[in-house]
């Protein structure tokens, strides 16, 4: 066994040696006079089921294959899909959609009943999706997925074979962004009514998007083929496209510099800028704002001292953001001290907490002064357990944090776990400080904000519940008017900031390693590049 | 026989002469020992290693886990790094003698856990021989066939991860060989004629296992303990590499290792020294393990 294992060390080390020198890349192959992307997808699908999906890699694969009623252009923004035109009532809670003449790739035409089917599907309490949640502003969408109402109650309905009509609780002024998220794909009944949950293998997987599923083998890749009965398919560029799941961020950086890879969705953040050297791969480095941001969650359900608002804002204050971007993270994103990244839509900024321009040592001094007006100090010092993912990054983060805490008095011990396993306990409420990112399912202030609500659930990992918050969101939900929605949302976010219900840290950037050849890529905020829109210079 | 007579003379005489000198099979062994040049290196080298590891984090002047936030990835000889600094700015010499300490408790700590429960299982599946032996050494067989790392999965994920763990769960899986060793030892030394005379004696099983077993043993135990080590220490370091090693702030060799690694082309500094410091503390063992079978077994030469 030892002995096996050392004749393993040996042979890696072989191996990394001849990884030094120049090798020939060896693409998948690809059929003679075709187009093919090899693309980094950072994680296997663990379906590709739109309402049995949450992930980002997911969509990456399913939107190439399913459209909503909008899509997403270049940049990333909502234009017609299946839908090209709609109307809204005044009281903006009935929109229309007139859909396009399109059809399934097994030629049977796309029809209105498809996205009342999707739709049902994805509320149906059997699905049991974990995304359902997202489009409760649909009519009755909340007692449909609790099972207290039949799914035909459901405010979706198919006037004719193309127009549809979805009838809402509430004004959504964002429906048009989500309206090309993957739980609002139509789902083609006919197929999933034979298959059942096999819809989706190779070869039952019938779409209405760009690509159709060739082959899917797990851990190894995902094949996509184009579809010529999509209704843009002139304009696809791309024949074929192989998604890997490339979890290894380090291998597959390795990847595309050899041209093994077109492109890997993420990079290693403190490798940005030297990728960036002339003498790297400055050409690849795609860095953009996003709309992410990365925070610290309180237990203030079993922790008592968390409770304690003047702890929170004690460990708020002691946050050194300016190091944790700039000197460990080094990749452009941005210090937070609000929660709502700048540039997201229907927002307007809120002013920071005062102390955000304070020198870090008034700051400190006033955290210690904090904690000592809650009874901790050197005789009684405040003992809590942080909880992280075990990424290298969000180690060296986890380490930085404890260290700046140690320095106003409040031992932190650090307990790292695997990344799925880490925000189950947030979930469940296992932790005591924690350690979360969250990235916007739609472009829309309240995608974020309505983390806090009090009846968000799970999610709302530190249970901040402000009635004056919640009232404030169901006012804004409310609200026609974009300016005076707006104004809501900014006026809850001050009050769920002044209260320390979270500790922001900094708004994230996408950041993806592009090879220059491939045209047609447009760094945007949603980092949306859907493969229909790439080529290839010639 | 009148020819004979002064031949016996002379060998009750050298047996008195070897006696007074007091030269045992010990002694061969160490002075075999100290004649083997890799072997002192290494003691030498170890030794030295072992003293930097206790004493060592008390004479850095940083300590291990301290933040300077403007010595970020400093290379080495600068700002008072000898080695450098990491991502962090933590001094990387503090955190090294920290991390050798720690593989080394690690890998003398889970040796003497398998040493302990692997001589006993062994000795006394070894000296009962029979259906006792047949049921021991069957459950050493079907805990071999345990996948360590899925054990190890299963230990953190039931009790939490904790640096406790580490030692009990490389400790479980390293007995399982040698008890293997012992038992094979055994079968062979409860033939011998002085077990036969113990028997004979009337001493009880136990105190035959314990005064005349066990002592017996010592030779290839105490060599396969020196090359436990070593095994144990990379065992560690794999862990480490796969995130399942100690917690930050603490470190070990395998976790700066594999830090290193992902920032090799960074700061190579954080790669190539505690690389180093493994390999030499890896091949001292192994040169004294193998010193020691050279010196207390020299039929295996």
């Excluded at chain 1, 492109?263 to 050409?283: C, E, F, G, K, M």
């Amino acid at each position: 066994m030892r002995r096996a294992f050392g004749l393993f060390l040996a042979l890696g080390l072989l191996a990394g040696l001849n990884a030094c020198g120049p090798q020939k890349a060896i693409r998948a192959p690809c059929p003679h006079g075709s187009v093919c992307l090899e693309y980094g997808n950072g994680s296997e699908p663990v379906s590709l089921d739109p309402p049995k999906t949450t992930g980002t890699w997911e969509d990456r694969v399913m939107g190439e294959m399913l459209i909503g009623l909008t899509q997403n252009d270049p940049e990333g923004r909502p234009v017609p899909g299946m839908a090209t035109s709609w109307e809204t009532s005044p009281d903006g809670k009935t929109w229309t959609f007139h859909l396009r003449h399109a059809l399934w790739s097994d030629g049977v035409p796309v029809t209105a009943n498809d996205f009342v089917f999707g739709l049902r599907r994805l509320m149906d309490p059997a699905t049991a999706s974990q995304y359902a949640y997202l489009l409760f502003f649909i009519k009755n969408a909340e007692p449909v997925n609790a099972g207290r109402l039949p799914l035909t109650a459901l405010g979706a309905r198919a006037i004719d074979d193309h127009t549809l009509e979805l009838t809402l609780e509430h004004p959504a002024p964002y429906l048009l962004e989500i309206a090309k998220h993957q739980t609002m794909y139509p789902l083609p009944e006919h197929a999933v009514k034979k298959w059942g949950d096999h819809w989706t293998d190779p070869g039952h997987y019938v779409v209405n998007g760009p690509y159709k599923l060739a082959f899917w083998r797990l851990g190894d890749h995902i094949k996509l083929v184009r579809n010529p009965l999509y209704f843009d398919a002139s304009k696809v560029c791309i024949d074929q496209v192989d998604f890997y799941p490339t979890t290894d961020t380090i291998a597959a950086e390795r990847r595309v510099r050899r041209g093994e890879l077109d492109l890997d969705t993420n990079i290693i953040s403190n490798r940005v800028a030297y990728l960036r050297r002339p003498d790297q791969i400055p050409a690849y480095v795609h860095v953009h704002t996003y709309l992410g941001v990365t925070y610290l969650v309180f237990n203030t359900h079993d922790v008592p001292a968390l409770r304690d608002r003047r702890v929170r804002i004690a460990l708020d204050m002691s946050v050194d953001r300016d190091f944790l971007t700039a000197k460990l993270a080094r990749d452009g994103r941005l210090p937070a001290y609000t929660f709502v990244p700048p540039g997201t839509a229907n927002y307007q900024p809120v002013a920071p907490p005062i102390w955000a321009s304070w020198s870090f040592a008034r700051r400190q001094a006033a955290a210690r002064e904090l904690l000592a007006e809650a009874g901790y100090g050197p005789g009684n010092p405040l003992k809590l357990e942080y909880k992280t993912g075990d990424t290298p990054e969000a180690i060296v983060g986890a380490a930085a944090l404890q260290a700046g805490w140690r320095e106003v008095g409040a031992q932190v011990t650090i307990s790292q776990e695997e990344g799925q396993i880490a925000y189950q306990d947030l979930r469940i409420r296992n932790f005591q400080l924690g350690g979360a990112s969250w990235i916007a399912d739609y472009n829309d202030a309240t995608s974020f904000l309505e983390l806090q609500q009090s009846q968000t659930g799970a999610q709302n990992y530190g249970d901040y519940n402000n009635p004056v918050y919640d009232d404030l969101l169901a006012k804004a939900d409310n609200e026609p008017d974009a300016g005076k929605r707006a104004a809501y949302l900014a006026r809850a976010e001050t009050i769920m900031l002044n209260d320390a219900a979270i500790i922001p840290v900094s708004f994230l950037v996408s950041k993806n390693l592009v090879n220059p050849r491939i045209t047609g890529w447009v760094d945007n905020l949603t980092d949306w590049h859907r493969v229909q829109y790439l080529c290839f210079k010639r | 026989m009148t020819v004979l007579a002064p031949n016996l003379r002379r060998d009750s005489r050298t047996m008195e002469q070897a006696a007074a000198k007091g030269r045992s099979l010990w002694d061969d062994a160490r002075r075999r020992l100290f004649r083997n040049r890799a072997a002192v290196a290494s003691m030498i080298l170890l030794g030295l290693f072992l003293l930097a590891a206790i004493v060592g984090p008390y004479l850095t002047p940083d300590h291990y886990d301290a933040i300077n936030k403007g010595d970020v990835w400093d290379p080495p000889l600068t700002n008072g790094h000898l080695l450098g600094a990491d991502s962090l700015g933590r001094d990387l010499l503090a955190r090294l003698l920290v991390g050798l300490r720690v593989s080394l408790a690690i890998g003398v700590v889970a040796t003497a856990v398998s040493l302990v429960i692997g001589v006993t299982w062994g000795a006394t599946a070894g000296f009962l021989g029979g259906a006792v032996d047949e049921l021991m050494m069957r459950f050493v067989d079907v805990l071999y066939t345990l996948p360590f790392i899925f054990f190890v999965i299963l230990l953190m994920v039931t009790f939490g991860r904790h640096f406790l763990l580490i030692f009990l769960a490389i400790g479980c899986v390293e007995w399982l060989t040698m008890s293997r060793i012992v038992r094979g030892q055994t079968l062979s030394l409860k033939q011998k004629e002085f077990v036969e005379a113990a028997r004979a004696s009337g001493l009880s099983t136990r105190a035959i296992i314990g005064r005349h077993i066990v002592p017996n043993l010592l030779g290839p135990v105490v060599v396969y303990a020196t090359l436990t080590i070593p095994g144990v220490i990379l065992l560690e370091s794999f862990l480490s590499f796969l995130g399942m090693g100690v917690q930050e702030p603490l470190t070990s060799l395998g976790t700066l290792i594999s830090n290193g690694a992902e920032e090799m082309d960074l700061a190579p500094w954080l790669l190539i020294f505690p690389s180093l410091v493994m390999v030499l503390t890896l091949m001292a063992f192994n040169f004294i393990g193998d010193g020691l079978r050279d010196a207390i077994d020299p039929k295996d030469r």
